[in-house]
């Protein structure tokens, strides 16, 4: 089976940080480019970070030079590290998994909750 489970969200002040993880099993987890959605209530899902299996990095313009995405093949883990939050960054956030191979599946985490307020 497969399973990606987010953990390390929760409230924090603007300004703050917070630093999500996603431990995935039952995928052959280095060779899968890595991703983290949000979804905020009212508006549509929303690719934020991405790494490749290569370990090359793209993030939406508005989370640029404030989170960063890296992983841990070893563990099969990949991380969000959220700096300088602000309230519009609060969401869920979703792990996703995905090879660049014509009819792989893709896959999802449960989500974890953001909340960014004072």
């Known amino acids: 089976q497969v399973q990606l489970v987010e953990s390390g969200g929760g409230l924090v002040q603007p300004g703050g940080s917070l630093r999500l993880s996603c431990a995935a099993s039952?995928?052959?987890?280095?060779?899968?480019?890595m991703g983290w959605y949000r979804q905020a209530p009212g508006k549509q899902r929303e690719l934020v970070a991405l790494?490749?299996?290569?370990?090359?990095?793209n993030y939406i313009n508005s989370v640029t030079g404030r989170f960063t995405i890296s992983r841990d093949n070893a563990k099969q883990t990949v991380y969000l590290q959220m700096n300088s939050l602000k309230p519009e960054d609060t969401a869920v956030y979703y792990c996703?998994?995905?090879?660049?191979?014509?009819?792989?599946?893709?896959?999802w985490g449960q989500g974890t909750q953001v909340t960014v307020s004072s």
């Open positions: 790494i490749t299996s290569g370990s090359n990095t």
């Open positions: 996703n998994a995905k090879r660049d191979v014509i009819g792989s599946n893709t896959y």
């Open positions: 039952g995928i052959n987890f280095r060779i899968y480019a």
